[in-house]
């Protein structure tokens, strides 16, 4: 079953602690994108990897951190530098060419920091 | 800056009524845009592109490079259109980078 897979759906964490959301695909899809989805605010890039051992700051890096080692993960941590962690955070992936904007995402890890 | 703008939170219509969902970019360059869905308990998803000139369940959606729009449109609104929707705004100068605008809630009522 192809898709993107992210995981876990739910994460507590204290304050102070980094945090790792996961993010795999099957997709053979070049291109991943983290997002941060708040009420009233849509979707802000977090960061976003064309390439495997590339990445380039979104609008909202602060905080974040990422690795792209293979093609198919792109990890996210949550540092502790990260002033407001509490979001949904939604994975995507998209192939270059005529697919290009065409992203298909995975259904959001929520993260609550006590 | 660059930046896409959905100016309604909330959109609410009856059955068979028109819609217009609203959404104005802000870029120099040559844009590239989307309208993105999300219906309830599902994953967001791509509805429709404006280099494909298409209809997508009914909706379409205009370049209007003069005032900066790309307004998403259906002629007569059906409940199952019920969803969030975001337009999208693309750069491939900035190697793929893609940014939404805040969303539009649309309620379709009976």
């Known amino acids: 079953d192809g898709g993107i897979t992210q995981s876990p759906k739910y994460l507590f964490r204290k304050e102070g602690q980094n945090v790792t959301l996961s993010c795999e695909q099957n997709?053979?899809?070049?291109?991943m994108y983290w997002y941060r989805q708040d009420p009233g605010q849509g979707l802000r890039l977090i960061y976003y990897s064309q390439i495997v051992n590339d990445f380039q700051k979104g609008d909202i890096a602060e905080g974040y951190s990422v690795s792209r080692e293979k093609k198919e993960s792109f990890p996210l941590t949550v540092t502790s530098a990260q002033k407001n962690p509490t979001a949904f955070y939604l994975c995507a992936s998209s192939m270059p060419g005529p697919s290009r904007g065409e992203l298909f995402f995975g259904e959001g890890s929520r993260l609550t920091v006590l | 800056a660059q930046r896409v703008t959905q100016p309604e939170k909330l959109l609410s219509v009856f059955k068979g009524a028109p819609v217009e969902l609203k959404c104005n970019y802000s870029y120099s360059g040559s844009p590239e845009l989307f309208w993105y869905v999300q219906y309830s308990r599902q994953r967001l998803q791509l509805l429709l592109r404006h280099i494909s000139r298409e209809s997508i369940k009914g909706f379409t959606a205009d370049l209007n490079k003069g005032e900066t729009s790309f307004h998403l449109k259906k002629p007569f609104a059906q409940e199952e259109d019920s969803a969030m929707y975001y337009c999208a705004l693309s750069f491939y100068n900035q190697g793929g980078k893609l940014i939404f605008g805040q969303g539009t809630e649309l309620s379709v009522k009976p």
């Open positions: 997709l053979n899809h070049d291109a």
